[in-house]
């Protein structure tokens, strides 16, 4: 298991995020104090409403009872140019 600090950890992701890819555990530590722990993720197939299940059999969550309300509506087209391309035209 490794450690690294704050500053050293955020200067050097990729070499410690390598580490964890092969399965190793990292700390993370803010003034010699251990203050977080970043672990492989495996990849998991599972549904949201299995993953939730055994908080739903405890009684702390519960899922939407009606239909949520997805309608978005359109993008309002307007005269000119793009926001977009009036930032790139200013940084220029």
Known sequence: MLTAGIKEFKNK???????VKNGEDVLISERGKVIARVV???????????ALHPLIMRGLITFPTKELNRDI?????VPGKPV????????R
Request: hydrophobic content about 30%.
């Open 40 to 50: 492989k993720e495996e990849p998991q197939n599972i549904s949201l409403r299995h």
């Open 73 to 77: 509506p359109e993008p309002i087209k």
């Open 13 to 19: 992701l990729s070499h410690y995020l390598s580490f």
């Open 84 to 91: 977009s391309e009036m930032v790139i035209e200013d940084r």
